[in-house]
Nanobody
């Protein structure tokens, strides 16, 4: 089965940096968008940054200039480098990947949108 394994979350002091990683394991291919969303307590899940296979990126206004999303297609991994972290960045960060997943039941691939289990980022003031 396909899984997204996130890493890099933790406690960081305001002004610090953090690098999140998310690796897709299993038979997934033709990956299009890879990126990160976050959800703070009491808030809706919101986009942080995404990068398409074309290289096109999309950033939330709140992180523009501070975040950089990148990907390694060979490793099926997406990264999020965040600098100048603010307490407002505190949230659970979820990895997102969409692509085609081999489905043994169907005997072929199926387009799927995948989410990681989330990694907590806490920024202290």
């Amino acid at each position: 089965q396909v899984q997204l394994v996130e890493s890099g979350g933790g406690l960081v002091q305001a002004g610090g940096s953090l690098r999140l990683s998310c690796a897709a394991s299993g038979t997934i291919f033709s990956i299009n968008v890879m990126g990160w969303y976050r959800q703070a307590p009491g808030n809706q899940r919101e986009l942080v940054a995404t990068v398409a296979r074309s290289g096109s990126t999309n950033y939330a206004d709140s992180v523009k200039g501070r975040a950089t999303v990148s990907r390694d297609n060979a490793k099926k991994t997406v990264y999020l480098q965040m600098d100048s972290l603010k307490p407002e960045d505190t949230a659970v960060y979820y990895c997102y990947v969409d692509g085609r997943v081999y489905n043994t039941r169907v005997g072929g691939s199926t387009y799927r949108e995948l989410w990681g289990q989330g990694t907590l980022v806490t920024v202290s003031s």
